[in-house]
Nanobody, 118 residues
Framework: QVQLVESGGGLVQPGGSLRLSCAVS????????MGWYRQAPGNRRELVAH???????NYTESVKGRFTISRDNAKNMVYLQMNSPKPQDTAVYYC????????????WGQGTQVTVSS
């Protein structure tokens, strides 16, 4: 049973920065792709950042150049560095294992709220 625990969210000002963390347990972490997702009220949950097993990354267009996903296989951790966040980035952020056909594999964790506001 894969467990995902997100942390690091909070209130951040536009132009500031924030780093989200995801602790993964219950699986052989290093052999799976990982992703960060977000869901704002009224919106569908969307994949915003993806990192594969060789550290190749991919981002949705709206966050390119501002967000960076990384992983530490020795610690079973995934991170999302958020630089210059915008109010439109306000959402609950979730991590998950990316499985076959790019589908989220595990049950969702509690997520961490990110609010971007002055």
């Amino acid at each position: 049973q894969v467990q995902l625990v997100e942390s690091g969210g909070g209130l951040v000002q536009p132009g500031g920065s924030l780093r989200l963390s995801c602790a993964v347990s219950g699986t052989i972490f290093s052999v799976y792709d990982m992703g960060w997702y977000r869901q704002a009220p009224g919106n569908r949950r969307e994949l915003v950042a993806h990192i594969d097993t060789t550290d190749v990354t991919n981002y949705t267009e709206s966050v390119k150049g501002r967000f960076t996903i990384s992983r530490d296989n020795a610690k079973n951790m995934v991170y999302l560095q958020m630089n210059s966040p915008k109010p439109q980035d306000t959402a609950v952020y979730y991590c998950n294992v990316i499985g076959t056909h790019s589908r989220p594999f595990a049950s969702w964790g509690q997520g961490t709220q990110v609010t971007v506001s002055s």
